[in-house]
């Protein structure tokens, strides 16, 4: 019911608002950034976005519509009956595979920066070109003032209102980043939980430590290890409230939320936070103390856009598919733990799948050059059965894959090339 009077007390203040030139393109709305809204609350407020966009001129996808479809997808179901098949999406592989289902040809997005003063905000929308030749195009960038200390059913209404274009030059994001060296080390278990503010003006401050029961916890995660991302609401006393996962509603992130609200404490108050569960089992080690390391490349198909430019993709006979997920790192890694040498291999991997996304078969082609034994390609095999695809479209499909294994002793200089 409140969701309800939000939105309509929302809608009437966009009455007001003066019609701007958009793109003629249909358009998913998507979740308001910045806010650390939950779901239905963004719903409701992707609900006003999409009334505004409309009164523009703008065409746009139902929300109800379009979130009814996501959410069975983030749950693992299929969107057209709601038969759980296959392995939950997060939001953006949900969209990208359903672009044609939704009728969308761009993504409408909407986000809320502070400078750390809450009265120094602003609302950013864009319009940005989803598939055939608009892919990742920009086609609307604008910005207004976006007023923290009003409730949302006025700072919002009176932002769009007010939005024009982003001038040259600003609305970039900067890159970070390093390159690896040193020595070969071998990296012990770590288990790691890392807050973040989820609301746009406690941006510039440092999320308060919110710890977990540890026991409980690793329930929860898969041993060979993974990340998980979690929104959480925090009360007065430091509980946790109410948590949802940010990406697919996987049974591990589902388990870790009902952790946080039994066992979580925050010294930070009434605030919400996002939270990065990491989880890495230490590495494995051979008898004569060598790193073994695997990884596995899905990314096989070269294609090329309409600009003439030099894309990769997922080689799967079935495009549904192509958001398959391999077995972790360190599944494949204990199968190359008896290796007597320092050396790279790998081997040319195709998974079969049936028409619920469950791995049936298994074919590894070793390496000609650094052959694996029979031992080591059918433990390669058994984690590879492991593998797991979103809701096929065909009753059986197959993946591609390569698999690359690194064995190095420990305290060799990284930069140490292969023969």
């Not at 086609?139 to 007023?147: G, I, P, T, V």
């Not at 009003?150 to 040259?168: D, H, M, N």
């Not at 925050?266 to 990065?276: C, K, Q, V």
Request: with cysteine.
């Amino acid at each position: 019911m409140k969701s309800l009077v939000f939105v309509l007390v929302l809608q009437a203040a966009l009455a007001r608002a003066t019609p701007r030139s958009l793109p003629t393109i249909t358009v998913l709305v998507e979740p308001i950034e910045g806010l650390g809204l939950f779901r239905d609350e963004n719903q409701a407020a992707m609900e006003v976005v999409s009334a505004w966009a409309q009164r523009q001129g703008l065409k746009v996808v139902p929300v109800q519509k379009a979130e009814q479809v996501l959410q069975r997808a983030r749950a693992g179901q299929r969107i057209d009956t709601g038969e759980q098949c296959g392995r939950p999406l997060p939001r953006w592989s949900a969209v990208e595979r359903y672009q044609r289902a939704l009728g969308v040809e761009g993504r409408l997005g909407t986000n809320v920066i502070c400078d750390g003063r809450p009265r120094r905000c602003e609302l950013h929308l864009s319009v940005v070109g989803l598939g055939g030749r608009l892919d990742g195009e920009t086609l609307l960038d604008q910005q207004a003032r976006f007023d923290w200390n009003q409730p949302l059913s006025t700072a919002l209404p009176r932002a769009l209102a007010t939005l024009k274009p982003v001038p040259p030059g600003e609305g970039g994001l900067g890159l970070l980043g390093g390159l690896g060296g040193g020595k070969v080390q071998a990296r012990p278990e770590v288990l790691e939980l890392g807050t973040r503010p989820a609301l746009a003006s406690d941006a510039s401050s440092v999320a308060g430590p919110l710890t977990l029961t540890t026991d409980l916890l690793k329930a929860c995660l898969n041993p060979a290890g993974g990340n998980l991302d979690l929104l959480a609401a925090v009360d007065a006393r430091g509980h946790v409230t109410r948590c949802e996962p940010r990406g697919g509603d996987e049974p591990g992130s589902l388990c870790a939320c009902e952790v946080a609200l039994k066992s979580a404490r925050a010294t930070a108050r009434e605030t919400r936070a996002y939270l990065n569960i990491r989880w890495a089992p230490a590495d494995l080690v051979t008898p004569w103390n060598a790193v073994v390391s695997a990884s596995t490349r899905t990314y096989l198909d070269e294609y090329r856009t309409g600009k003439g430019e030099s894309r990769w993709r997922p080689s799967v006979s079935d495009p549904s598919i192509s958001d398959w997920e391999p077995p972790p790192d360190a599944a494949l890694a204990r199968c190359f733990v008896d290796v007597a040498t320092r050396q790279t291999t790998g081997a040319a991997v195709t998974v079969h799948f049936d028409g619920r996304g469950v791995a049936t078969s298994v074919e590894v082609l070793p390496s000609k050059k650094r052959p694996i034994s029979a031992t080591q390609s059918a433990c390669v095999q058994q984690a590879y059965l492991a593998a797991r695809a979103p809701c096929p479209n065909l009753a059986s499909s197959s993946a591609r894959a390569h698999l690359e294994v690194v064995v190095r002793p420990i305290g060799e200089p990284m930069s140490t090339p292969f023969d």
